[in-house]
């Protein structure tokens, strides 16, 4: 019997995890009631009061789990700031970052059979730093939008800025649908890659976000990045 040593790599920190199980619950809740929001359904009732009383627990259910998003964000912040396997974030001001890149995009692309071990590869760096550029997008449109009603309060005036660089409320709106869609396509695609990972590579992909550790059979070409 053949036996196979790994090195463990301690990357994820528990606000790091706890966010991101957070997200995954608060990002199918916030599209679902944020898409019935949008397009609320035809009720045909006996009292014209249930469909507007239905739609104020779909606003509710939205602005509660945005709140709880926000909420492990900022874990997430604190996170980043204590633990470096937290901060994996793409070298753009490094050259190997684009030939690594090239390296892992010729991999998925069936090009090559391999590409270098990393803790986060670098085409997945850039992915979830674009993701939470999209994140900031729904945070300062959703506040902007939810605020409205209170220009003078201090969320108005932390976040009315926003609607008056996209020109108005509208526009808030409208970006934000759009981001959400987006991120919505992300999480896909971050579906599909972490179980092709976790299946072809075998470096603990899925348990990772569970134990914060990751299991590599060689030495990870990043792993000076939390060492």
């Not at 850039?126 to 409205?148: N, P, Q, R």
């Not at 695609?189 to 072809?200: C, K, L, P, S």
């Amino acid at each position: 019997m053949k036996q196979e040593v790994r090195k463990e790599y301690y990357l994820f920190s528990p606000f790091l995890r706890i966010f991101h199980w957070l997200m995954v619950i608060a990002i199918i809740v916030l599209f679902i009631t944020g898409f019935l929001i949008t397009k609320p359904p035809v009720i045909l009732a006996s009292e014209p009061t249930n469909t507007p009383l239905l739609m104020n627990l779909v606003r509710n259910i939205h602005f509660i789990a945005a709140f709880a998003f926000c909420a492990g964000f900022i874990g997430r912040i604190y996170g980043f700031i204590i633990n470096r396997g937290d901060r994996l974030f793409p070298h753009f001001w490094k050259k190997q970052y684009y030939r690594d890149t090239i390296d892992v995009a010729m991999h998925y692309m069936l090009i090559k059979p391999t590409h270098a071990p990393f803790l986060r590869n670098p085409l997945a760096r850039a992915s979830y730093a674009g993701l939470y550029v999209l994140v900031a997008i729904e945070v300062l449109t959703g506040f902007a939008m939810y605020y409205m009603t209170e220009p003078s309060a201090i969320g108005g005036i932390l976040f009315g800025w926003v609607n008056r660089v996209l020109g108005n409320e509208f526009m808030s709106h409208f970006v934000h649908h759009y981001a959400a869609w987006a991120i919505i396509l992300f999480a896909i695609g971050h579906f599909y890659m972490v179980i092709r990972a976790e299946f072809m590579e075998g470096e603990a992909e899925v348990s990772s976000m569970f134990a914060g550790s990751k299991l590599l059979r060689h030495t990870a070409a990043d792993a000076q990045d939390v060492e």
